[in-house]
Every structure is written in structure tokens, then in C-alpha cells.
């Protein structure tokens, strides 16, 4: 049997443990949702979420992978053969998750190209919408392409199924050995020019006033935890094949607490900077803060190309830095994401990893075009929504409950993590797992089944 692949070094795991968790969801969902949800006050949801189930998660999901040695399929199965499907169903979510995302990447890499010149002009929404995606002619007519999204689309996928192709260590650990550091010192860049800029301390001041009551809403806790989820890639089945690849000898707990830093410290940065930009623009305009303020594909597309255009100096250069960190952002969670499921059909049918890439990869390419189509925003808004509301919260828990309650496997993990990591993890680590994280998320899915279907 060919031997396992493994990370060349520790920092390569963790480079690209903390490169799948960077992602759009720092840039562009943190520094909305936090606004929305308490601003300064939002910070005490958030930590606890972060330290009672993101880590914890994070701690189970290195420990389920290294300790079964598999992709995320294969590990549910060694653990007990009745819980493949769990892996699967975490894998599904994945891919879905990575036909629209690379779509968003593929923008981002257009937009690039558009900073230099500023040629998306001053109307950046119609410019979007109209000029770009081209959702003016017929949104109803989805059948065809649109060119400007194809191109760069195909060139995504290239370099995420290159970099899979060539394997763990030369392929996945070599990229975030060079996409991680860029980032970070474009972004800083970037942010040092935004907090810099006038307006930014009005920017700043909206963002992190507290706002104390919103924290006894149960609303402003569900989006703490959403947000912790989606952004630490926890139950996308990620974190459980990336952590296959360690070595036997390993720190488990160490590494969980180092993602999870790093990840956090990230979306507070890329708050500071987004809302530094957004007190800028206000200022420049005339309004308050609170009418600028977005998220998502506004903020990135719409808002963003305004704030470059208003720049006093070097517009196309910080454009330029800020999309291409977008890309290198994206790439690294998209390279993550795809790589959970051409490791499990690799294993599931016993095929190389180049036929794996080449049907794995290559069917959520192909997918991926639906969304670069005339149509394909509202498809992505579609996917987007569904998987978020429905997907994530649900597989982890799912997860919890079945590693918890009925498998009772948190004593053999906990002494498994135990054996191999400098810190040592106590009776809280269970408690997170086994009661904290599954009442806020069985809350949660409450919640969203009486919003939604009631
Ligand atoms: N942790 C990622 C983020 O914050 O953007 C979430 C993610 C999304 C990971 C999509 C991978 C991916 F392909
Ligand atoms: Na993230």
C-alpha cells in the first residue's frame, strides 16, 4: 500500500490550517456580522464561541483526523462503521461550497485587473451588475455565459487543481508556504493606508461602540457561532483531512489554539481595516457610518471600488493589493475545501490522486460555470443562504451529539490528544463538547427551523 502523505513541517500544517480559515468570511462576513450584532459588545458572544466550541471543535477535528488517518469519510468509518456517512455528508457541503466560491474568487481576480485603471468606473454597482456579470439582459436567461466571469474562472480552477494535483506537501503546503505570508503583509498594507485615511476614526468608533443589550438576544449569540463555524472551516470536513496528514508525532491542541488565534486576530484586522475604509468614505460623502456599512458581495464589489476611486493618492495600486489579497484569501480555503473531497473518492475507490483531482475537481469546475452565467448571482445568493442557514451548524451538531453521546469517544480522544500535545486539555474540553456546543447549536437549528419554515 503506498504510504501516506504527510506535511514536510509543522509550520506547513498550520500554514495551511490557518489559510483554509482565512478566507472571505474574515474579510467581508466578520466585519458586518460584528457591527450588526453588537459592535464592541459583539466580542463577548464571539470569544465564547470561540473558546467553548471553535477551538474545542478544532481540537476534536485535528484529533478524529490524525488519530483514524483518513479523509474525512474514511476517518467516520474507522471511528465506527456506521458513521461514514457523517464524512460524506460534511464532504457534500464542501463541494457545494466550493462551486460558488470559486466563482467569487474568480471576480476578485477580474477586479484585480479593473483596480489598475479604475476601470470600473463611478457607478461600481451598475458596473457590477450590468456591465460585468451582465445580469441586465435577462436574468431569467441563464443559459449563457458570461465571458468576463468565465476566464478567470478557468484559471482558478487551474491553479487549485495544480496545486492539489502535485500533492500535500509540494503542492498544498508550498502554496500557503507563499499565499499565507503575502497575504498577511498585503493586507496589513492595507489596512495601515485605511486606518490612516481621514474619516477612519469615525469609522472605527461605529464598528467598535458597544452596544450591550443586543447580547441578550439569542439572535446576536447564533451569529457569533455561525460566524465562528463558517470561519475556522470547522464541520466542512476540512480540519479532519488536513490534520490526517500529520506526522504520528504531533501537537494536536497546540496547533488548534494557534489556528484559532490566527484566524481571529485576522477577522479583527480585516474589521479594523473595513471599517476604517468605510468612515473614509462616509466622511468624504458626507453621511454616517451606518449608511455605508455592508457585507458580502456589496461590500467587496460595490463599496469597495467606490472607496479606491476616492482615494488621494495610488488608487490602482491598493485597489491591485486589495483584490489579489481577496484571491489569496480565497485560494487557500478554496485548495482546503476541494482537497476534502478528492481525498475521500481517492480513498473511497482506491483511484490515484490525479484521477481523483481530474473527477473530483474537475466535476465542481464544470459545476462551477452555472454561476457564471447571467443568472449565476442568483443561484450563488441561493446556495450561499442554504448551505449557511442549513448546512454547517448542522453537520457540527451532528457531529458533537454522535461523538459525545452516542459513541462516548471524548475520554479515548482526550487522552489521544493528550498523549501527543504540550498543552494538556481538562474536564472543560468535554463539557465544551458534550453539553455548551450541542444546547447552543441544537438552539440554533430551532431557531432557524421556526424562522424559516413556521
Ligand atoms: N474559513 C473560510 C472563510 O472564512 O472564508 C470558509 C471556507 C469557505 C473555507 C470556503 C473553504 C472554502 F472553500
Ligand atoms: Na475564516
Known sequence: MEKRAQWGTRAGFILAAVGSAIGLGNIWRFPATAYENGGGAF???????????????????????????????????????KTEWLGWWAVLVAFVISTYYAVVIAWAMSYSVFAVNLSWGDDTE??????????SVDPGQ????????????????????????????????????IFIPTLVVLFLIIVLRAITLPGAA????????????????????????????????????????????????????????????????????????????????????????????????GLAFVVFPQIINEFPALNGLFGFLFFISLVLAGLSSLISITETYVAAIKEKFG??????????????????ILFATQGGLFFLDAADYFIN???????????????????????????????????????????????????????????????NLL
Not at 474589521?271 to 473614509?280: H, P, R, S, Y
Open 43 to 81: 466580542f463577548i458572544p464571539y470569544l465564547f464561541a470561540l473558546l467553548t466550541a471553535g477551538i474545542p471543535l478544532l481540537v476534536m477535528e485535528f484529533t478524529v483526523g490524525h488519530k483514524f488517518r483518513g479523509s474525512a469519510p474514511l476517518s467516520f468509518f474507522r471511528m465506527n462503521k
Open 126 to 135: 451598475g458596473f457590477l451588475f450590468s456591465d460585468y456579470l451582465n445580469l
Open 142 to 177: 441563464t443559459g449563457s455565459l458570461v465571458p468576463g466571469v468565465f476566464i478567470p474562472l478557468v484559471l482558478v480552477w487551474l491553479v487549485t487543481l495544480g496545486v492539489l494535483f502535485a500533492g500535500v506537501k509540494k503542492g498544498i503546503e508550498r502554496a500557503n508556504k
Open 202 to 297: 469615525e469609522g472605527l468608533q461605529t464598528f467598535f461602540e458597544p452596544n450591550f443589550e443586543s447580547i441578550t438576544s439569542g439572535k446576536v449569540w447564533v451569529a457569533a457561532y455561525g460566524q465562528i463555524f463558517f470561519s475556522l472551516s470547522i464541520a466542512f470536513a476540512i480540519m479532519i483531512t488536513y490534520s490526517s496528514y500529520l506526522p504520528k508525532k504531533s501537537d494536536i491542541t497546540n496547533n488548534a489554539f494557534i489556528t484559532g488565534f490566527s484566524n481571529s486576530s485576522f477577522e479583527l484586522l480585516a474589521g479594523i481595516g473595513v471599517f476604517g475604509a468605510l468612515g473614509f468614505m462616509a466622511t468624504q460623502n458626507n453621511v454616517p457610518v451606518e449608511d455605508v456599512v455592508s457585507g458580502g458581495v
Open 351 to 368: 483511484i490515484s490522486r490525479a484521477a481523483a483531482v481530474g473527477f473530483g475537481g474537475g466535476l465542481s469546475a464544470v459545476l462551477s
Open 389 to 451: 442557514q442549513f448546512g454547517i451548524a448542522f453537520v457540527g451538531l451532528v457531529e458533537v451529539v454522535v461523538i459525545a453521546w452516542f459513541l462516548r469517544n471524548l475520554n479515548s480522544f482526550q487522552s489521544h490528544a493528550n498523549g501527543i500535545s504540550d498543552l494538556r486539555l481538562g474536564g472543560w474540553w468535554k463539557i465544551c463538547l458534550g453539553v455548551i456546543t450541542p444546547v447552543v447549536l441544537g438552539y440554533m437549528m430551532f431557531d432557524l427551523f421556526k424562522t
